[in-house]
């Protein structure tokens, strides 16, 4: 479905084609998006519940943020629901109580996102692996307890009633059609920002940096101002998830900032295939989907079923949907052609 | 014209959590009981079948807002039912108006949803915190507790119940000396508590609801809390008193909008109840029966689900049923009934289980809710 | 100092917890040389490659290249000065392509690293030189293969190739050869001494036949100290040399004879 | 002197003894942490749901069984420990060779789904458990009147952090474990199974959690979502005092709670962050921690 | 002659993606003592990990007493009753002296007792409460043979022993192995240090490049010198 890396805790997704293989995968990726986007344009007019798919595109984004950072940096933060939530708080607070528009609005998510990630990163990426990840926790339960106490967030109760209001002062966003389509016209363009990172000088530092960190140093790269970085970008692109997501649904409330969020962005990245680009967004619809899908039917045990996922994945699954098509269809080219080396 | 050829009522209330004795699931049983006395056990209302949806909405206003726009969207449900926690009623109401559909919340106490924040299609139809303030406020200024301070559950009913209960304090010559929020759902009270006694008030007023006044209580003893300050439960329902017991409890006062052993028949409606539930019902789930019952007549009546035609002829029919005689729906979505200052009996006089409370005065409709004078609300002007 | 000197340390000291791995080293590394580091194991040198580029922290002394006290520095900042070193265990980026492993290395002179708008095809005007690099250690047949996929050897062998791309004034070599089979054990040796050119080496390398032909000097440490320094011929003849390093089995066998 | 800084003095030691108390579970829990976490290199985010159960154990066997809370302080570790040698074996085993971050996600999905079993079965609202009888009442101490069975709490988790502290520092079976976090190859080379030592001393941490549940049984609220309440705050006492260092996770986790306590007295609205800031500052300063070894 | 104690046939190990021995191939009689001679990487000590279990991959097969351990977990096989004293000593600095020589549990009766070892190395009885690191190198290497002395282990695999200790305690460690040897005890020495390892040894084995290349017993020694001179040559 798309052009891959590994990820440096998990098995390599894919090893690179050699040219004709590359064309032939290219060609199918492409393929691959055209029908995905086609079915994004078309959910609303078969039947798919647009505030769903709003919801859906919302963490699809943010698990794709959050996937900059896991599958292509290799920082596992456990804290990540703090930059959306905050940014969600701070975008239903301008615009519903400050009169800000919309599109400021989520210029400001993305900024307080980012100016969040800055501080926390500084702190946090001193240290690395498991150490990162309850640093990261801590610091984010941290922006949670601001978030319940600070007199604007409305405590318990959240930020209700947030308007959609006109994009642009020109298209209002009232109407759920229209807002879907600019919820896709954002995804779109974060989804292709992230392709940019990813493949840009910076990203191959990225991953050279993931892929062993102390030759990277040793070639003379501050390896901890090229983390900071992706951890930044990765904290405002989920800041523009939280934002939205308020400008969505209308409200910004602790679940946003809790914990749990946190891991189930962690289990959605893992269960789509961390380090692939397509896998945070198939990753974040089918747990939504469950999620929506389950909670009516079987009460708690929602949460027992997310957890088993979180197993399955970890124990036997750790290339995720995505990654396991790809190394599925990996083998299978590697079937018809003899492997280099040697 | 039913829309979708059925009727759909759906309720979301905390099914899982502190309040789900309250309300929960039993909740919903008393609303299949009032589908059931409507359409005279056949489930079919002028030929069109009538539905009850239900959904946990965990205490969080975000859930209970999605499930809501989520049942208007795609379940075409036509009237929703708002349970405990008015964080998430205050939520849905804002749904519905938006969706023009008609919203009655029963378990949330918050008077603000027919003050200041009120709308056209929400009916308020048990209880709510001015109604609480005046009851059980004014007792206990009346019996001597002057200075006051609060352990208020944070969030949108604590703050509200604070408030309102503040104002009587004030009005009636009391003082308030300070407050201490703690979270909703707290796991241990003992520092709030703390807190509370250092500000050597006569009374501690607890402006939290269910699992939360039970744990307040219970620490309150602990700490020998009650020896140096007297508590004034401000929302205490039956479920409550059941699970801390008339020793604990005996001789406080408590405001509630109904009692099941008030008269015979309110006790003939319960005991169908308990047979089910294992329970007597609290106010709120006579409150769920009641407020389908109403709205069903009134679909009957006018042979529509459609919001303002059904609300229009509740608004101009009298309520009498075993919730409450004589009540009506003011503009601003108000439900007025009387209301009951209760006392609890002492182990000697309670004579049966759930024989719990005396009834020390009625408050007539007239003098338990927010007056013209002091509502804010544009629709009642 | 005299310019022929490209590094020195003078009285480079590292304790752990009260062991003190490396005692109190002068060394002195004669530019365009090839200096090798011998000693038993455990004697110091891949502490003292650490310390060289602050991987870890000295306990005391001082570390100067080119004159420069460089003691207090990053880690980056000392690669940036021209010290590049290899590791002990191979320190490829095993999931890039051989070409992008070297393009890594030279990516950082053009400045663009932290530009995560750009397209990475700016990158491709690098391809060549890569590529040169590449044939100039015998994998430009492996260009474009990932890779986990080469041998052992090879990927020493780009591991050179990429700290060549830095265009080192000085590197460090930990043991080159370990791990080698006979042949990729040679091959290295002609690549080190065929880059030695206008270069400085200083390297860690167990295998005397590596070491007695290509290295100029040799410095053998033990138990954190200098023991000896000097040309092969004068340091294997040293007694205490070989009574702690190259075996005092020899001793032992020409005495008996 | 009633007041310190304008704070009555009763409030003031109040509060301290509370964070005290507080601190107890601080310490008994992020003991469990350090020693799994130093054996295992595993975070086990699953210990907050391992503290819940051995608190539900406790209630549950005293609602079903009658089982009174001296033997629910036996028998619930035995049971919790039990549950630990099952998840040990079972899976955690196939994790060691891997990146350690898989161990705090599938202990992450553990702790999920020991919740949401709870949940399902006994609702988020809380369970209440009663005080033993031989510990009820309250000792007025003239500030407070602090309930016998919070002071009993102290004691209780004082000696058991420092028995555990004794066992680990000073008997033969300590010996081998320390020995086992420092190279855990060689001590399997003198004939030591090292793998079912890891087995027993997770479910040892397990057991920890499990003691700690059931004295919290009568002070708190027993709710499924108990655990995971607390163990974030665990987390930060365990990065503030050290990974893996036991003495610092104990001396933190007291410590702590004292502080948390003091804020309370304070600056009330910032006693659920204090902790944070705490391990904000200290990172800055000690990267490894308080009692930590730089690495 | 009856089984070999240890029987080694085409071993192959790895460490991750280094292939270190390339099929090695031989026996230790019951009570002999073996040394392996070698220079710096040639995979000596890589050997005795092996027989441990403590390498990477491992193929081929490692027979003791007859019984195929290759495959079995590194404690089974000490079970046997091997003792390893490691290259590197491997002395807990989180215990003390004392603990240090208590830890390896007994494998097998007829080890040595604490008094006996304590009158071998008077050192370590002095410094049995401090911290197993703070001992001196030497010391450290007392402990480190003490310790699987206590064990009953009847095969020793000492890995260079006498490596950075100070002539006097050599000659300690020389007669410690001497006693061993006369007590019956099966020993397999790596050592650099060819003047302690050439008394003591029944039979030596030259290794290069992860192969035994070379076999000798003492009568043969002084014969192959000037072969040896060569392989580990200078
Ligand atoms: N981080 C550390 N903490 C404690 N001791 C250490 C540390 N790193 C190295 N040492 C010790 O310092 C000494 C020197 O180690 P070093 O790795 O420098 O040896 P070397 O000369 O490279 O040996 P080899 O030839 O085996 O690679 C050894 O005794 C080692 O155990
Ligand atoms: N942990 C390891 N990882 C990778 N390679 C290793 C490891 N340990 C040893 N080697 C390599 O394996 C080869 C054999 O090493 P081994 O330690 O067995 O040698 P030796 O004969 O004992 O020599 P000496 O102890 O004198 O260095 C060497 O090339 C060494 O560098
Ligand atoms: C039923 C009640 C406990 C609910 C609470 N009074 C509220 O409005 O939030
Ligand atoms: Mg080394
Ligand atoms: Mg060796």
């Known amino acids: 479905m798309n052009v891959t890396t590994a990820s440096k805790p998990a098995a390599p997704a894919a090893a690179a084609p050699a040219a004709d293989d590359r064309q032939q995968v290219l060609r199918s990726a492409r393929v691959a998006w055209t029908v995905g986007l086609a079915i994004l344009v078309a959910a609303p007019f078969i039947g798919l519940y647009p505030v769903f798919m709003m919801k859906a595109l919302c963490f699809a984004i943010f698990a794709c943020a959050f996937n900059l950072l896991l599958g292509f940096t290799g920082l596992l933060s456990f804290g990540h629901a703090a930059f959306m939530g905050a940014a969600a708080y701070a975008t239903g607070w301008l615009v519903r109580s400050a009169g800000w528009s919309p599109e400021f609005g989520l210029l400001a998510g993305v900024a307080v996102g980012g100016g969040i990630g800055l501080l926390v990163g500084l702190i946090a990426i001193r240290r690395e692996g498991i150490y990162f990840a309850m640093i990261t926790l801590a610091m984010a339960q941290m922006v949670y307890f601001v978030c319940l106490q600070a007199p604007f967030t409305g405590g318990e109760d959240g930020l209700q009633g947030v308007p959609r209001g006109r994009l642009f002062g020109l298209v209002p966003l009232d109407d759920d059609l229209s807002m879907y389509f600019v919820v896709l016209a954002i995804f779109v363009l974060v989804f292709l920002a992230i392709m940019r990172i990813v493949h840009s000088p910076y990203g191959q530092v990225l991953k050279a940096i993931r892929e062993n960190e102390p030759r990277a140093v040793s070639l003379g790269y501050h390896v901890n101002r090229y983390k900071l970085l992706a951890f930044v970008l990765s904290t405002a692109i989920a800041g523009l998830a939280g934002s939205l997501k308020t400008l969505v649904l209308g409200f910004a409330t602790l679940s946003d900032v809790h914990w749990s969020l946190s891991g189930e962005v962690v289990l959605m990245t893992l269960l789509g295939g961390m380090g692939t680009f397509a896998g945070p967004v198939i990753g974040a619809f089918t747990i939504i989907g469950l999620q929506n899908f389950l909670a009516d039917r079987v009460g708690s045990w929602v949460t027992v079923i997310i957890g088993g996922i979180f197993v399955v994945c970890v124990l036997a699954f750790r290339r995720g949907i995505v990654g396991e098509l790809l190394a599925w269809r990996q083998r299978r080219l590697k079937g018809s052609t003899t492997p280099g080396g040697h | 014209q039913v829309s979708g050829d059925v009727i759909k009522i759906g309720i979301i209330t905390d099914m899982s959590g502190l309040y789900s004795d309250i309300d929960g699931s039993a909740g919903v049983e008393a609303i299949r009981m009032a ?23 965990q205490n969080k206003a975000d859930v209970a807002a999605s499930k809501a726009r989520e049942w208007f969207d795609t379940q075409g449900v036509d009237m929703l039912i708002g349970g405990t926690n008015s964080g998430t009623s205050l939520a849905m109401a804002k749904v519905a108006a938006e969706k023009k559909k008609l919203f009655i919340s029963i378990g949330a106490a918050t008077a603000a949803l027919t003050n200041d924040q009120c709308n056209p299609y929400t009916v308020h139809w048990a209880y709510d915190t001015v109604a609480l303030a005046k009851g059980t406020g004014n007792a206990v200024v009346k019996g001597g507790g002057k200075s006051w301070y609060f352990l208020t559950a944070d969030y949108a009913f604590g703050a509200q119940l604070q408030n309102d209960t503040s104002n009587i304090v004030k009005a009636a010559g009391g003082t308030i000396v300070g407050s201490v929020k703690h979270p909703l759902s707290a796991s241990d009270f003992s520092s709030f508590l703390l807190q509370a006694q250092s500000s050597k008030a006569q009374i501690l007023g607890l402006a939290n609801a269910g699992g939360d006044t039970i744990n307040s209580i219970k620490a309150a003893n602990e700490f020998g809390i009650t020896k140096t300050m007297k508590l004034a439960g401000l929302l205490v329902f039956i479920n409550d008193i059941h699970s801390l017991g008339l020793k604990t409890t005996q001789g406080m006062y408590l405001t509630d909008s109904w009692y099941w052993n008030r008269d015979a028949e309110t006790r003939a409606w319960s005991r169908k109840f308990f047979e089910k539930i294992k329970r007597m019902p609290s106010s709120i789930q006579a409150g769920d029966y009641s407020a389908t019952l109403q709205y069903l007549n009134a679909v009957k009546a006018t042979g529509s689900d459609d919001a303002d035609k059904v609300l229009a002829q509740m608004k101009k029919t009298k309520i009498n049923d075993v919730f409450a005689k004589g009540g009506f729906i003011r503009d601003d979505g108000r439900m007025v009934h009387d209301m009951y200052l209760m006392q609890v009996k002492t182990p ?3 004579t049966e289980p759930w024989d719990y409370y005396k009834v020390a005065e009625v408050i007539k409709g007239e003098a338990a809710w927010t007056t013209k004078a002091e509502s804010k609300c544009p629709l009642w002007k | 100092m005299s310019t022929d000197t490209i590094l020195e340390t003078r009285q480079l000291t590292k304790e752990f917890k009260g062991f003190v791995a490396v005692n109190r080293v002068d060394l002195k590394v004669r530019r365009g040389s090839i200096h090798a580091l011998i000693g038993p194991n455990g004697a110091g040198k891949t502490t003292c490659f650490n310390l060289l580029t602050k991987f870890i922290t000295p306990t005391s002394g001082s570390i100067l290249f080119n004159g420069h006290d460089i003691t207090r520095e990053a880690p980056a900042s000392i690669a940036r000065r021209g010290i ?75 591991e050179i190739a990429t700290t060549l791309a830095m265009e080192p004034e000085l590197m ?70 070989i009574e702690a390093y190259m075996g005092s089995a020899a001793n032992e066998l020409q005495g008996a004879h | 002197m009633t007041e310190i800084f304008g704070i009555p003095i009763q409030a003031f030691l109040g509060q301290l003894l509370l964070g005290l108390v507080n601190g107890s579970f601080y310490a008994m829990l992020s003991l469990g942490l350090a020693v799994i976490f130093g054996l295992l290199g595993i975070v086990n985010f699953a210990h907050g749901a391992l503290y819940m159960i051995g608190a539900y154990v406790a209630w549950l066997g005293l609602e079903k069984l009658g089982m009174n809370y001296w033997v629910a302080l036996v028998v619930s570790p035995l049971v919790v420990g039990a ?151 665990v987390f930060a006492v365990v990065v503030i005092g050290g990974m893996g260092s036991i003495l610092g996770s104990i001396l933190t986790g007291v410590f702590l709670g004292l502080v948390e306590g003091l804020t309370k007295v304070f600056y009330p609205e910032a006693s659920n962050i204090v902790v944070f800031v705490i391990m904000a500052i200290v990172l800055v300063l000690r990267p490894a921690g308080l009692f930590g070894k730089e690495k | ?220 020694l002084p014969s192959r010198l000037e072969k040896l001179h060569e392989y580990l040559g200078v």
């Open chain 2, 348 to 350: 000697a006089e309670s």
């Open chain 2, 35 to 57: 589908v059931a006395d409507a359409t005279g056990g056949s489930g079919m209302l002028a030929g069109k079948k009538v539905e009850v949806l239900f959904a946990d909405h």
């Open chain 3, 172 to 241: 460090l070599l930990d043991e080159p050869t370990q791990g080698m089979g006979l042949e990729d054990v040679d091959r290295i040796k002609r690549l080190i001494k065929k880059v030695s050119a206008q270069r400085t080496i200083l390297m860690v390398e167990h295998n005397m036949s590596v070491v007695s032909s290509i290295a100029d000097t040799i410095t053998v440490l033990q138990r954190g100290a200098t023991l000896a320094e000097g040309p092969y011929a004068e340091v294997s003849a040293n007694p205490a040399v």
């Open chain 4, 83 to 233: 549950l630990g040698v099952l998840v040990e074996k079972l899976l955690l085993r196939h994790l060691y060779r891997i990146d350690p971050i898989y161990g705090l996600l599938l202990t992450f999905g553990i702790s999920l789904i020991l919740e949401g079993i709870f949940r399902d079965q006994f609702g988020v609202s809380g369970q209440q458990y009663a005080v033993p009888e031989l510990l009820q009442g309250a000792t007025n101490l003239g500030f407070m009147i602090l309930p016998n069975y919070r002071a009993w709490v102290v004691v209780a988790s004082l000696v058991i952090c420092l028995g555990t502290w004794f066992v680990i520092e000073k008997t033969s079976l300590g010996a081998k474990l320390r020995a086992g976090t420092e190279n855990p190859t060689l001590v399997q080379a003198f004939g030591i199974n090292v793998p079912l030592m890891v087995t027993l001393t997770y479910a040892g941490g397990a057991a920890l959690a499990a003691i700690a549940g059931v004295l919290a049984a009568p002070v708190i609220q027993i709710t499924p979502l108990m655990g995971s309440n607390l163990i974030i705050v």
């Open chain 3, 84 to 158: 590049i070193r290899s590791f002990q265990i191979s320190a490829v980026f095993p999931h890039l392509t051989v070409l992008e492993n070297v393009r890594v290395a030279l990516q950082r002179k053009l400045g663009t690293s932290f530009h995560f708008w750009r397209s990475e095809r700016s990158l491709d005007r690098l391809n060549e030189r890569a590529a040169e690099l590449l044939h100039a250690v015998d994998l430009g047949a492996y260009v474009h293969h990932t890779t986990v996929e080469l041998s052992y050897g090879r990927k020493r062998a780009l």
């Open chain 5, 1 to 220: 002659m009856s089984t070999p104690f240890l029987e080694i046939k085409g071993l192959n190990a790895w460490y991750g993606e280094s292939h270190v021995l390339h099929g090695v191939d031989f026996s230790v009689a019951e009570g002999e003592v073996v040394t392996l001679l070698g220079r710096n990487g040639a995979g000596r000590t890589s050997t005795m990990r092996a027989i441990m279990g403590l390498t990477g991959r491992r193929e081929g097969s490692i027979r003791v007493r007859g019984t195929e351990t290759i495959g079995w977990p590194t404690h089974k096989v000490a079970r046997l009753g091997i003792g390893y004293c490691p290259e590197e000593r491997g002395i807990f600095s989180s215990l003390s002296a004392e603990e240090n020589l208590m830890l390896p549990p007994p494998l097998a009766a007829g080890g040595l007792g604490v008094d006996e070892i304590y009158a071998m190395f008077p050192n370590l009885k002095e410094r049995a409460g401090s911290q197993g690191t703070r001992l001196s190198g030497g010391e450290q290497q007392m402990l480190a043979v003490a310790r699987i002395l206590r064990t009953g282990a009847r095969l020793l695999l000492l890995d260079e022993i006498s490596e950075g200790l100070a002539p006097v305690i050599v000659q300690k460690l020389a007669e410690v192995v001497t006693t061993l040897r006369a007590k019956g005890y099966t020993i397999v020495m790596v050592e650099q240090n060819f003047r302690f390892a050439a008394p003591l040894a029944d039979r030596f084995l030259v290794m290069e490049h992860g192969q035994i290349i070379q076999q000798f017993t003492q009568a043969e």
